[in-house]
């Protein structure tokens, strides 16, 4: 831990002056001053910050394991237990020596075997970001991103205290850049944040103008600075310059300091490295440069990189520079799409692995599951009739998957099968908790099935009982209706309520491997659950539902959706409530994926770059056959475009939101041509160019076609470049309607024409795309041994845009974070508790519980969040007042007092934010006042980023 | 430094029982017990010795620059500095840990930038072999060997006394084995022997009968146990079992021990080693086995290296074997040649690189005359009228040369330039010496010249000098006669000896750039110089003393040879003072080198590997165009075979040694075959499938065709299977005849017929033979952009086989060590002294004064050595007794004192041996006592091997 003095992440205050001299400048690197944190500079020298880093990809060609122990050097030569022994080695040999470490979750292993073996490092080594890992930007959600970055700061706090706070966000390898990350990463104190991939025009046009260092607004909607972060872009990505690398996966010549030798090469090598430094300083505006000195997974033998840069520093600081005066440029757009070059946009990674990407939401939603029934079932939910266990598997799992080649589909298959399999295995471990609590809280110890694959309507207890309940476990902090399908076998059911009142249930013809579906609404209370009992009343063969003919429309009372009868493709949209109605179509079309071999360039579609071969996609099929079903509970029309590509359209009695249900899959490669499917919907809206996108999920961003908001684009790819991350929903609009899409899974899309908008679905391709992956994107299993098949829902509202908010942001929190349901076969106890919520009362609109969770023994993380966006809704994005009285509003469980929280009146901000449990924010007035029990002055007030 | 247990060479002491349960052994490792150097061992277990080793080719792929500080690791990935540097960490951090190193040539320069830093080893690390290098066993003369093991055992030494005495001698690379080599070692005074290479069927056969481990009878001559050398076979080469390697460079799995892990895996690799463990002790008689944990290069990184070793021997210490009854196999003959499969024979690097090899020859007796002229020049020596300077940069480049890839010609062609230049630089540094000292002795600082190009008669001084002088100096101690050829442009000379008596000389038209050639004889004085001045006394054409005929013969007191007046060939041989003739042919012969493309096998022939395309050498012409030449001093037939092929046979008139200049090159490649170029003598001898190569240059060993002394072979390559290292001489015989060639390098040869004797001179091939160099041995350069030209002589002898080692002993040391001429342009000054000589008397015929060269700054080494074999001379191979007192014998100079060296009278044994200076022999009988000036006892009683 430092001295206070500067850290090479903060440059640009003071007023220091532009160098007047830049033939031969003089240096002062930040390794030979002192031993403190941090070297002296020299305000009137050109001050060269080398930083030795390591890049450590949780999980990408190996798994995370692999890397970890440096197994399977065969695919990639990778050893994080080697790297961080060899740094912290070499750290203790020399007080001047620096290293930053990024990654928690491999320092968290390395420190919990080798930790009694250590001394202290006396600021020799820096913690960065220090997050689980270094998330993806793109496909994740703001709330595993929290979480993520909650547990690997909370590690270091309490390992390291103050000394261990990183103090500078460090995203130096994703792929563009989120503004919400950016958000975030403000909101919980980082000094400053820096990166190293943005679009190669907006570089360009930065490194000219000398505008490599900017001050990000990250926030339409917090008041500054909330949302202000100092955004460094770094020189060379996060590569050592030309020439300069010094580890043992590197070949550049060591420096050969002795006279005696025909290789003696000091003089050559302090020659180009003051003209790299020089060169570097006519790019940017400070008398302050850095070089990131390492790269991914370097360091494993420190002592070659180390060697060297003790002799570098030796030699160059035996020559001699100037201020300069810095005026910072602000940014309030986001860092997407991303281009290294004119026609390799890095936007195909928004849909890669569309499974993957569903499983992890999937996941996230039961972990918050999972960490809401742990608080609530108190010290039963860890110890119980199932057993013993806790959410740590799974909050692990979940921490590793937002690595920005885990969620993201930039990992080798065999390690996108590893994520898939460290989240199931979280899942099991949660499994207990959750049978644990749910039994505290019922007071039935009844074993509890858990139907995981009722996504492709499997579920062997409702298929074969006679009798079973259902248990609807809601993590939302307001009421929810949710539509329940189970694969049953018999041909009439008696649904009933937790108090005993029969519900309204349709069976038909199943599309899975039982012969029926049962259909039913149940409600569910805020952080609670509600009981429906299920009874078979007659076997045989489901009454005709279906009608062959497609109706002209499917509506309810709020919307009603019509077909044309000739194509069977939708044709209109109507709100009934607003009476607006808009031209609708939609259809599947795929793009051909660019093969490389092409005269403009030879970049094929992989698993990071789209690049459609023609601009115009292929139509899967003009019309699509259909079918349609109308009961009382849900409205269906199904459609089948082709072998490997249908939908059904579905309206739930009581929804406002129009449900689209693709399946595609498995896509044909045949005839050798890799294929992108996307959904267009096209609308008579006057859209002007201009589309929404989310980013993270929390705010929406306007996206405008041909254009960036900071600089001049020169537009080289027309649909790839026009690409942009979905993670939770996009929007068109103009004065009186906006149609809003909320997906499933994060992915990519675009408004290419006027009142059209595209979401890319599916990918499979053929070719690598050359960034490091080694394999084309070819997803087949031993289940889908011809090829994935994916399975997702775009939910479809139509609004007036000043009101849209009131129904998209409810809605897709809803599929963020969805029900659970758990089943019990037979008759439950007549003592059993039907029915259960963790809150006296649903939170106010405005409000989201963003996080329930155990923290310490004796202690739990609540996070609320005001989760509208500024000027998005007249009635939502006020102030809003909560009340955490331990007696009113939150009423955890009966076995938990709150008597020790701060409780109280609060009022969260008048726009979007995060109310942060237990630590302080960076805005003085919002200072965290919500805790569990036991909370303490002393975590208040440590100095790590927010959790 | 240990505690004096037995060390892992040591296994065959004792009366150990055989193992009677081999099903699943259970074991000790030797790094887990005490902190003392040796761990433990139980008598009643399989004792597993791991033994962590690197091996670090003082030069292959690389310059031994390059591989020392890790440059150019585009080529190979090796650097020494880290190796050392991470191995001492890991050592320090547990005191179970142990390391061997080896070659000294890196450890003295890494001892020399890093010692201040060292802390005691406290035994962990241990030196074996600790020569400046491993060297080559076919291609290096005894005496280049000697003295690079003084190097590097002396720098152990000095720098850790006791502790840092190696105590095995440790050759795992080189290609095939000498019995020399194992003579020396035992002589040095070391333990064991181990190495890892012998001819695949000699290894099966030890296999199957147990026999790995042996007892080599290293000579003929030295009375046992001197020259007994305990020798042992490495299980695997000198690498790691399969799936054991845990080297930045290998993929095996590490140990993967957190059993939370879906990749643990402490059971499999336990159980993978059980298993490895008890197979390899099936094919070796003791319970004590060897794993070598290493190999080239590694431990750059070595925690990867001990992180899981000291894993593996907690896991396997974790689960439990016995005795056995030792009998170790006697082994008179070499491991010559060494075969790794049936068409794999590893003779070609016994000739590759023949420039390379008779450079590194002259070099020696260059470093041998800069040692000699140190002593005897004493203090003027290094610092004098020519400057300051010493043999250190000589002695180094030397002992480089003699690495198993430097003179054995197998490395990257860059690294034999290098080697080449470092010999180069190292004369340059020996020329201030020698000009220093010469000034000295003689009186004279006037400017010497060095002729280095006399080999292609290029001597600018000579080629325009009116006037100059030549001083002749001899570093035999007996004096000797030479035959010297300078190219000029005048037509007639007078030459005055020493005593201004007029020589005998003859002027004749030259080979090379200068019109003229000048031949006289000279003479010069034991261990001493004699000084002969020329002037100039007519220009224009030489008389015309070429005869265009071919002469029936060449004759002189001593020889006569004739020729066939229809091939220009030779036709017989006859020794005038016997009176014995035999009939002999010569001719020139090219193999032609296999590609690779042969349904047998797809081995090629390269840098290491022999193998022929067809065992029938093409003849490169029947006949040859020749011109004579008779003058008093010389007698010459030219003969031409080819434009690349060329042949001068040379009488000197007082010579016993009929000469064989040969100039084979470019060798021709436009046919796209390579070639192996040999010359074959057919003689009358009836030597019935035996002849005789010499070891290393000191004892003679017999061969015979298709057989193995100790072994049953199967012969499966004809001629590459029969051929065998020639360092400096080979013969054939019979009762009555043999004929000996004495060669002026290493070069390989073979009698393929009965009475038939040949030596391969050149090789040029096309393709790389796939053992790791990875280019084919095709030699061009800016001087010889065609190819490689080499020229060398083969001098033959003829005599009765009884005394035929009283000619060719004497020879082979004038070849060896041959005179140095220096040249002074115009009158030398009249006090000049024209003649000197270091010795009082020549030394007896028997006694070769090896060594003598400045050990401290008041001491000095001398070697003297008996240099005949046994039984090979009735007068010679008798005791000799010789005079070491400093009044007597030895003279040095009159600025040495011999007051405080152990003067007096010694007998050197009944045969060949040595009798080293300064420190003890084996033999407590032959405990040395000569020395130079301020001996002291100290060092002759220290526990390093013998200097």
């Known amino acids: 831990c430092g001295n206070g003095t500067t850290p090479p992440g903060q440059k640009t205050g003071g007023a220091e002056r532009m160098r007047a001299d830049r033939a031969m400048p003089t240096f002062r690197t930040p390794l030979k001053a002192t031993s403190s944190s941090c070297h002296a500079t020299m305000p009137n020298m050109l001050n060269v910050h080398l930083v030795p880093h390591t890049h450590d990809d949780v999980g990408w060609l190996k798994t995370v394991d692999q890397y970890y122990y440096g197994d399977r050097n065969d695919i990639q030569h990778a050893g994080v237990q080697y790297i961080l022994d060899s740094v912290v080695d070499q750290l203790l040999k020399n007080p001047d020596r620096r290293f930053i470490y990024v990654e928690t979750a491999f320092f968290f292993r390395w420190w919990k075997q080798t930790a009694p073996v250590l001394v202290s490092f006396s600021g020799r080594l820096e913690f960065v970001n220090g997050g689980w890992c270094m998330s993806d930007e793109a496909t994740t959600h703001y709330s595993a991103v929290i979480d993520q970055m909650t547990m690997g700061l909370r590690f270091l706090n309490e390992t390291f205290g103050p000394c261990g706070r990183p103090r500078v966000a460090w995203h130096i390898d994703p792929f563009g850049h989120a503004r919400e990350h950016a958000s975030m990463f403000a909101q919980m104190g980082y000094d400053g944040f820096f990166f190293g991939r943005l679009d190669y025009q907006d570089r360009d046009r930065r490194r000219t103008d000398k505008d490599q260092e900017l001050l990000w607004r990250a926030s339409d909607s917090l008041t500054p600075p909330m949302a202000d972060l100092f955004t460094g872009i770094l020189p060379n990505g996060y590569n050592p310059p030309d020439g300069f690398c010094w580890d043992q996966s590197c070949d550049d010549p060591p420096i050969r300091d002795d006279p005696d030798l025909e290789d003696y090469n000091v003089d050559d090598v302090v020659n180009r490295f003051l003209m790299i430094a020089s060169g570097q300083s006519l790019v940017y505006k400070t008398n302050h440069i850095i070089m990131t000195m390492g790269s991914d997974f370097q360091y494993e033998n420190a002592n070659l990189w180390y060697k060297n840069l003790d002799k570098l520093i030796h030699y160059v600081n035996a020559r001699q520079a100037n201020g300069s005066k810095v005026n910072v440029q602000m940014r309030l757009d986001d860092f997407f799409p991303y281009a290294d070059n004119a026609h390799n946009f890095w936007t195909g990674y928004f849909t890669s692995r569309p499974a993957l ?88 110890s009844a074993k509890r099935i858990y139907c995981d694959n009722l996504n492709i309507s499997v579920c062997p207890l409702t298929e074969s009982s006679h009798k079973f309940s259902v248990n609807v476990y809601n993590p939302l902090a307001r009421p929810v209706t949710w539509p329940v399908r189970l694969p049953v076998n018999g041909t009439a059911y008696t649904v009933l309520d937790a108090n005993g009142k029969p519900v309204d249930s349709q069976v038909r013809k199943n599309r899975g491997s039982a012969a029926n579906e049962l259909l039913f609404q149940v409600q569910a209370p805020p952080l609670g659950f509600s009981t429906y009992s299920v009874s078979l009343q007659r076997r045989g063969p489901p009454p005709a539902s279906t009608r062959p003919r497609t109706p002209p429309a499917i509506q309810n009372k709020f919307l009603r959706a019509t077909f044309d009868p000739d194509t069977g493709l939708l044709s209109s949209l109507s709100n009934l409530e607003t009476k607006q109605t808009i031209r609708l179509t939609q259809n599947f079309y795929w793009y051909n994926a ?138 068109i609009k103009d004065d009186v309607n906006q149609l809003t899409v909320v997906t499933d899974r994060s992915q990519g899309g675009g408004s290419i024409q006027n009142g059209s908008l595209e979401i890319m679905l599916h990918r499979r391709l053929l070719y690598d795309d050359v960034r490091g992956v080694g394999e084309p994107l070819n997803e087949t299993s031993d289940v889908f041994p011809e090829g994935l098949v994916a399975r997702g829902r775009l939910l479809l509202t139509l609004d007036r845009p000043q009101s849209a908010a009131d129904t998209h942001r409810p809605l897709a929190q809803e599929v963020v974070l969805q029900p659970l349901l758990t089943f019990t076969s037979g008759d439950l106890h007549p003592n059993t508790r039907l029915e259960f919520s963790g809150l006296q009362d649903a939170l106010p609109p405005a409000v989201h519980l963003l996080t329930l969770s155990q923290w310490g023994e004796d202690s739990v993380l609540l996070r609320l969040e005001h989760q509208y966006q500024s000027g998005e809704s007249k009635q939502h994005t006020q102030p809003v007042t909560v009340n955490l009285s331990d007696t009113h509003t939150l009423s955890l469980s009966s076995t938990l007092s709150l008597s020790r929280c701060r409780s109280g009146t609060h009022t969260l901000p008048a726009c979007q934010c995060l109310l942060v449990a237990w630590l302080h924010t960076v805005s003085p007035t919002v200072t965290c006042q919500v805790a569990g029990r036991s909370h303490t002055h002393t975590h208040t007030h440590t100095h790590i980023p927010n959790l």
């Open 357 to 444: 990407k569903r499983y992890e939401r999937l996941s996230n939603s039961y972990l918050q599951t999972c960490n809401q029934l742990e608080v609530l079932g108190g010290p039963f939910s860890g110890s119980g009739p199932f057993g013993h266990d806790d959410s740590w598997t799974m909050r692990r799992a979940m921490a590793v998957a937002q690595h920005h080649d885990a969620v993201s589909g930039t990992e080798k298959q065999h390690v996108a099968n590893d994520y898939a399999r460290r989240l199931a295995d979280g899942w099991q471990h949660c499994q207990v908790v959750v049978s644990n609590s749910l039994a505290a809280l019922s007071g039935s």
């Open 594 to 731: 660019s093969d490389g071999n092409s005269s403009v360039s030879n970049q094929p579609s992989g698993a990071y770059i789209f690049r459609p071969n023609s601009s115009t996609p292929f139509v899967i099929s003009r019309t699509a056959k259909t079918e349609s079903l109308q009961t009382s509970v849900v409205q269906e029309v199904r459609q089948w475009f082709s072998p490997w590509v249908s939908q059904v359209v579905r309206l739930y009695a009581d929804s406002r939101a129009l449900e689209l249900e693709w399946t595609v899959g498995p896509l044909p490669v045949d005839d050798d041509l890799g294929k992108e499917v996307i959904t267009r919907l096209d609308t008579s809206i006057d859209s002007s160019g201009i589309f929404y996108t989310d980013s993270n999920g929390r705010e929406v961003l306007q996206r405008k076609k041909d254009f960036r908001p900071t600089w001049d684009l020169e537009q080289t790819e027309p649909i790839a470049g026009n690409y942009y991350p979905i993670n939770s929903r996009a929007y």
